[in-house]
C-alpha cells in the first residue's frame, strides 16, 4: 500500500463519521466511502484508486465553490493540508454536521463510467500509436 493510502486511512479512522479530505498535489483527495458521498453531493466523477476503491477529488483552486455545497449536504468533514515545515499532515478546516455512517467504498465498479472509459480511451490510444508506427515503417 501506499504511503498516502495509509496516511488517508489513519486519518479516517481518527475521525470516524466525517468526510476526511487529504492533499494530494493540486487536489483535495477522499478515499473509499468519503469518495463515493463527494461523488454524490458535488457530482465529480471518481476515479479508481485501486481495485474496489474509489478515489475523488476537489481541485486546491477550486475548493472554495466545494465548500458551500458541503457545508449544505449537512455532513461533517475534515480538511487536511501538508505542511511542509514540519513534514506533517495538519488540519486546516473542519466542520460538525451530521455522522457520515456511508459503507460503500466503490460506485459498483462494473458499471463504473471512469473504469469503461479508461479502457477504452487507453485501448484506443495504443492502436493509434500502432497505426503512427506502420505509417512511419511505411515511409522509410
Same mark, same amino acid.
Given at each position: 500500500?501506499?504511503?498516502?493510502?495509509?496516511?488517508?486511512?489513519?486519518?479516517?479512522?481518527?475521525?470516524?463519521? !466525517?468526510?476526511?479530505?487529504?492533499? +494530494?498535489?493540486?487536489?483535495?483527495?477522499?478515499?473509499?466511502?468519503?469518495?463515493? @458521498?463527494?461523488?454524490?453531493?458535488?457530482?465529480?466523477?471518481?476515479?479508481?484508486?485501486?481495485?474496489?476503491?474509489?478515489?475523488?477529488?476537489?481541485?486546491?483552486?477550486?475548493?472554495?465553490?466545494?465548500?458551500? !455545497? @458541503?457545508?449544505?449536504?449537512?455532513?461533517?468533514?475534515?480538511?487536511?493540508?501538508? *505542511?511542509?515545515? +514540519?513534514?506533517?499532515?495538519? &488540519?486546516?478546516?473542519? @466542520?460538525?454536521?451530521?455522522?457520515?455512517?456511508?459503507?460503500?467504498?466503490?460506485?459498483?465498479?462494473?458499471?463504473?463510467?471512469? *473504469?469503461?472509459?479508461?479502457?477504452?480511451?487507453?485501448? &484506443?490510444?495504443?492502436?493509434?500509436? !500502432?497505426? @503512427?508506427?506502420? &505509417?512511419?515503417?511505411?515511409? !522509410?
Amino acid at each position: 500500500m501506499s504511503k498516502y493510502y495509509e496516511i488517508v486511512k489513519k486519518l479516517q479512522h481518527e475521525n470516524k463519521g !466525517k468526510i476526511v479530505l487529504v492533499r +494530494n498535489g493540486i487536489f483535495y483527495c477522499a478515499i473509499g466511502k468519503d469518495a463515493v @458521498l463527494l461523488h454524490n453531493i458535488l457530482g465529480y466523477i471518481p476515479v479508481c484508486f485501486k481495485e474496489k476503491i474509489c478515489k475523488c477529488g476537489i481541485p486546491v483552486r477550486g475548493i472554495e465553490v466545494a465548500i458551500p !455545497k @458541503l457545508i449544505n449536504s449537512g455532513y461533517g468533514y475534515i480538511i487536511y493540508d501538508y *505542511k511542509k515545515e +514540519n513534514q506533517k499532515y495538519e &488540519e486546516i478546516f473542519r @466542520l460538525e454536521g451530521r455522522y457520515v455512517d456511508e459503507k460503500a467504498n466503490n460506485i459498483n465498479c462494473e458499471k463504473c463510467w471512469y *473504469k469503461e472509459n479508461r479502457i477504452k480511451s487507453t485501448k &484506443e490510444y495504443v492502436e493509434n500509436l !500502432k497505426k @503512427l508506427a506502420q &505509417e512511419r515503417e511505411k515511409e !522509410k
